[in-house]
């Protein structure tokens, strides 16, 4: 089976600075990451994924995420945060050998103030 | 690119009523999705369909819970006797076929309120 954890159910960040949102997974087979975000209504959008090769992944809009095999982690970064990425982010993986469901985190609300 | 389409947006019932909801996926899109929200809480799985096949079911999909896509279209899901635990919003998303690295492209959502 498989988990997902992201402990910051809320970020708040003032606009340009830094962000980094956390993601740990639990899996006992090979798995594929992915982060969501969902803006205020609205469905929720790919943002970026990991499938393999280079475990440094971006997003078109300045995110980045980082696979670490030995955390077990895919934390999402951006160094310059804007009023317009404050939305709800979830972390999600699904396993290589199985139907592809994906498994989400239970969300991090990225508000980002003026 | 129309996208996913779910429809009702919103659906409020009385409980013990049944209700039924409605995806539409990507046309050229062969897998649909189902996965149920709740406050706070990420999507969680339900169902997955395969054309008109159903693959996989949740155990999160109780007895009470149908899901069909009868002809590897549209998809429906039916819930009978609703309780107030069922309110969250339902999802529903479709991909390519099945490949995990295939995006999901997923609807707006149906909410729903028993009461």
């Known amino acids: 089976a498989q988990s997902v954890t992201q402990l910051d159910s809320q970020v708040p960040v003032f606009e340009e600075a830094p962000v980094e949102l956390r993601c740990n997974y639990s899996s006992s087979v090979s798995v594929y990451l992915f982060w969501y975000v969902q803006y205020p209504n609205q469905g929720l959008q790919l943002l970026l994924k990991y499938l393999s090769g280079s475990t440094l992944v971006e997003s078109i809009n300045g995110f980045e995420a980082e696979f670490n095999k030995s955390q077990t982690s895919f934390h999402l970064r951006k160094p310059s945060v804007h009023i317009s990425d404050t939305a709800e982010y979830f972390c999600a993986v699904t396993p290589m050998d199985s139907s592809y469901k994906l498994i989400f985190g239970s969300g991090t609300r990225l508000l980002v103030r003026p | ?115």
Request: aromatic share 10%; glycine share 8%; with cysteine.
């Open chain 2, 1 to 115: 690119d129309t996208g996913v389409s779910q429809d009702p947006r919103h659906k409020i019932t009385k409980r013990g009523q049944n209700v039924t909801f409605r995806c539409d996926p990507i046309s050229e899109h062969n897998r649909l999705y189902w996965y149920r929200q709740t406050l706070g809480q990420g999507p969680e799985f339900l169902t997955y369909f395969q054309n008109e096949a159903q693959l996989e079911k949740s155990r999160l999909l109780s007895d009470r819970f149908s899901a069909e896509r009868p002809k590897g279209s549209f998809s429906t899901l039916e819930i009978q006797r609703t309780e107030q635990g069922d309110s969250a919003m339902y999802l529903c998303a479709s991909s390519r076929s099945g490949r995990a690295n295939n995006e999901q492209f997923f609807g707006p959502g149906t909410r729903l309120t028993v009461l």
